[in-house]
Structures are given as C-alpha cells and as structure tokens.
C-alpha cells in the first residue's frame, strides 16, 4: 500500500479551489504518473492508495471531488475497486468516479455508468491525449458521463448479436410490432395494405427467423409478440 496525504504535497497559490482528488491504483508508477499530470494540470491529488481496502477510508476522510480508480486491485485483483465504486455511489453521490481499466468490460462499464451523474469508464491503452483526458475528468465533475468508444463498439457489437429481432426485415419489424397491438392477419393487410396472404408469409418468416418452437402449451404467434415486447 501505499498514500500520499494532502499534507505532503506543495502548496499552491492558485485563486480557485481546485479539484480535489484520490487516486486508487496498484501500479505505483501509473498512479505517481498520474498524479504528476493532475497536480500540473491545476488538481489537487489530496491523497493515493494501491490497496483496496483503503479506497472508502480514505474518501470518508478527504470526501473528494473525484475518484479515479482501477477496477482489479489487490488483494484479489477482481472486482475490488468496482465494489468501491458502488459503496462511493452510494455514500457519497456528489463524488465523481472515473474507472482506468486495462480491460475492456462491458458488464461493469453499463453497471457503473448506470449509476447516474458524474461517472466514467476509460481504457488504460486508448489514452493517449493528456489534453482530452483532462477534459475528461473536467466533464465528469461538472456532471458528465463518459465512456470510452471501445465498449461503446463492443456494447453494440453484443448488442446486435443478442438481439433476437436483428434478422428480421423492416416490413417484418412492421407486422410483428402489429401482432404486438393485438391485430389479426385481416387487421395487419388491411394496416400495410396488402393482402392477408403476404401477411401470412410474413408470420411464417418471422416465427422461423424467431426459431419458435411449436408445443401443445405455446403459441408461437403469443411467443413471438413477447419476444417483440421484451426487447422494447
């Protein structure tokens, strides 16, 4: 472990208060790195810690404005500084929290970022621009959220690949969002103006493309308006 209080930093004349924060990160040399870079770029580093343990302590004593914080730090280097995150959140909602993680985890990214205001998720790697990620941590402060683009991509990457309706066509997206309100075959052709054959065709499709299985106890057309309701 390893912190570095308030009290052992240089004092500064600046005519503002400055933006107080705590780094939690196990890789000693990142974490003096960073707080180098923020001390130069006008923060105020009021303490740092590589364990875990000490990430809530030491937000309960210097109750900063910003967290910066990895998610796997000792001592199982799991989920250690994801669980703080939430006890942060929770405890203190004024507080900004920005994730530095070395992997790109989709689960914990739309976990955290669900949480509210002032929240952020960055890959290690991607950060390349010091200008951009001073502003970054700026924008979560003033209330922003923030996440890196490469799990945006792999959010939606997932996203299409677990959506059940992402094979059907637009006019079949039309018909079963019909089938949902409720609409007979007559109802739909009578809507989409074509005849109730072709509204049959549709059906057809959209229950194979679904791969509804027929049973004795459900109806694929019911099975295939919840499928339709359940990804609204």
Known sequence: MAIKPAG??????DNAARTRVLL???????REGLASLLERSGFEVV???GNSAWILPLVREQVPDLVVLDIRMPPTNTTEGLDAAREI???FPATGILVLSAHAEVEHAMELLATGERIGYLLKTRVTDVGEFIETLERIVRGGS????ALVQELVSARRHNDPLAELSPREHEVLALMAEGRSNAGIARRLWVTEGTVEKHVRHILAKLDLPETDDDHRR????????ETR
């Open 222 to 229: 019911v099975l295939a308006v919840v499928t339709f309701l």
């Open 47 to 49: 303490a740092q810690t």
């Open 24 to 30: 939690a990160e196990d890789d000693v040399l990142l």
């Open 8 to 13: 052992d930093l240089p004092d500064r004349d």
């Open 89 to 91: 959140r929770n405890e």
């Open 146 to 149: 923030v996440m890196d683009p």
